[in-house]
């Protein structure tokens, strides 16, 4: 058992390093890299149960306001964080988790895996194909009045639903809208934040499941034991994460992610049916 509980803790210490790297440099906050690891890992240690994959989720969205709090902070240094868009976005991202709560509340293990792999793989396109999502010399204003409600409605929504930071659609769209990929990875960061923050809250007290259903140390829909080695990782890891943001080429990255993506997308999709 002892064992076992340092394979634990030693496993979600590593996916929270990487999900603070890729917190840091892609603003996505790092569920992507989360909720696989605690899925992996949550069976081992309690029976498995439909509770499993809210408790991934849930404990996702808590490490995300951790890591990317921390990324914020790193890339504040830098003067890169358009907080003037954090502002403006803020109520309607807060509404739209609000919905996202209240879908994965009703909604089956099975249904949330698929969600969460149909997602993983939608997102997969950005990172391995970024010129035919963001086509070179096409470019906008960022959206206002109705136009800017709705996005930031659905980047809520849809994030709060898979535990993740809303990051790649952030970054897409200030990438469109000609803002420099490192305003938008910063900007991503804080809207990791503001994503994470309530949507934890929710999953806290979301859950009526018997205890003896969940993982050790779980509260709501958190698991605190991996939260705190998850959080170990990702506080480490995040401004490494920034600076190579702001230092290197991100395009051989953004594929090798994006690869690691699908990989994902299909062990979901394979999980769920």
Known sequence: ??????????????????????????????????????????????????ELVKVAIGTSLASIVISSARS??????????DFVILRSWFVWIILGVLGGLAIANHTSSGGLTIVFAAGVLLYSVYFLFPDFVVRPGVTFSMPTGVGKAALAFVIGGFSALLGIG??????????????????????????????????????????????????????????????????????????????????FSEKMLKRLFGVYLVIVSVAMFSKAL
């Open 72 to 81: 914020v902070l790193a890339h504040k240094k830098r003067g890169a964080v």
């Open 1 to 50: 058992m002892e064992i076992e509980l340092v394979w634990f803790v030693l496993t979600l210490c590593v996916a929270g390093a990487v999900a603070g790297i890729t917190s840091g440099l892609f603003g996505n906050g790092g569920g992507f890299v989360v909720v696989p690891a605690l899925l992996a890992v949550f069976p081992f240690f309690t029976p498995a149960s439909d």
């Open 166 to 247: 809303g990051g790649t659609p952030t970054v897409i769209t200030m990438v469109m809208c000609q803002r420099s990929i490192q305003q938008a990875v910063a900007t991503a960061a804080g809207v990791g934040f503001l994503i994470g923050l309530p949507g934890a809250i929710g999953f806290l007290f979301m859950t009526n499941a018997s205890p003896a259903t969940m993982p050790f140390g779980t509260v709501g829909y958190i698991n605190l034991p991996a939260l705190i080695a998850i959080s170990i990782g990702s506080i480490m890891t995040a401004p490494i994460g920034a600076s190579m943001a702001h230092s």
